[in-house]
Antibody
Framework: EVQLLESGGGLVQPGGSLRLSCAAS????????MTWVRQAPGKGLEWVSA????????YYADSVKGRFSISRDNSKNTLYLQMNSLRAEDTAVYYC??????????????WGQGTLVTVSS | EIVLTQSPATLSLSPGERATLSCRAS??????LAWYQQKPGQAPRLLIY???TRATGTPARFSGSGSGTDFTLTINSLEPEDFAVYYC??????????FGPGTKVDVK
């Protein structure tokens, strides 16, 4: 069964950094694009970033561009999100999700359980 | 950026009734639209993609229709486990991949 397990969330001060990880299992990780989607408390879903299967192509929402960096290690079946210059408005549950195929097939068929990032002083 | 709007914001129905949820795009997304279900404290679940294709494990009472800018998710005969929030998402013009604000289906 496909599993995605996020880690790395927590409380961080404004301006701080955090790195999220997402460990994947039970599918050929390198064959699928991956994405991060976040959900602020009581709010809807917001796409954050996506990466191709090889890791060679990356995309970001304008709200995080220049501050967040997505990457993947296909030898470890792990997806990452490096978050710098964090702001209060970045507070959310962050989900990693698997795409149905490549980035041109960007529907998200498996999701992790989410990890909470709280940005507060 | 393509903006998705969903209506109504809340739909109050009883088990056994039919639910009709709407998603409208600010410009054509062809058939490149998905529907997700999210229950409290859980991650979203993909129900429908390419407007009308049921994802693996999606019950037949869920159906999607539409193309261009207007889409509908229909749930025939609501089951107790169907009361949740439903989001639409487009992959036509990206980045960004955008989601609608959601429709909450609650018990009348």
């Amino acid at each position: 069964e496909v599993q995605l397990l996020e880690s790395g969330g927590g409380l961080v001060q404004p301006g701080g950094s955090l790195r999220l990880s997402c460990a994947a299992s039970a599918f050929t990780f390198s064959s699928y694009a991956m994405t991060w989607v976040r959900q602020a408390p009581g709010k809807g879903l917001e796409w954050v970033s996506a990466v191709s299967g090889t890791g060679g192509s990356t995309y970001y929402a304008d709200s995080v561009k220049g501050r967040f960096s997505i990457s993947r290690d296909n030898s470890k079946n792990t997806l990452y999100l490096q978050m710098n210059s964090l702001r209060a408005e970045d507070t959310a549950v962050y989900y990693c999700a698997k795409c149905l195929g490549g980035l041109g097939w960007a529907y998200f068929d498996y999701w992790g359980q989410g990890t909470l990032v709280t940005v507060s002083s | 950026e393509i903006v998705l709007t969903q209506s109504p914001a809340t739909l109050s129905l009883s088990p056994g009734e039919r639910a009709t949820l709407s998603c409208r795009a600010s410009q054509s997304v062809s058939s490149y639209l998905a529907w997700y279900q999210q229950k409290p404290g859980q991650a979203p679940r993909l129900l429908i993609y390419d407007a009308s294709t049921r994802a693996t494990g999606t019950p037949a009472r869920f159906s999607g229709s539409g193309s261009g800018t207007d889409f509908t998710l229909t749930i025939n005969s609501l089951e107790p486990e169907d009361f949740a929030v439903y989001y639409c998402q487009q992959r036509s013009n990206w980045p960004p991949f955008t989601f609608g604000p959601g429709t909450k289906v609650d018990v009348k």
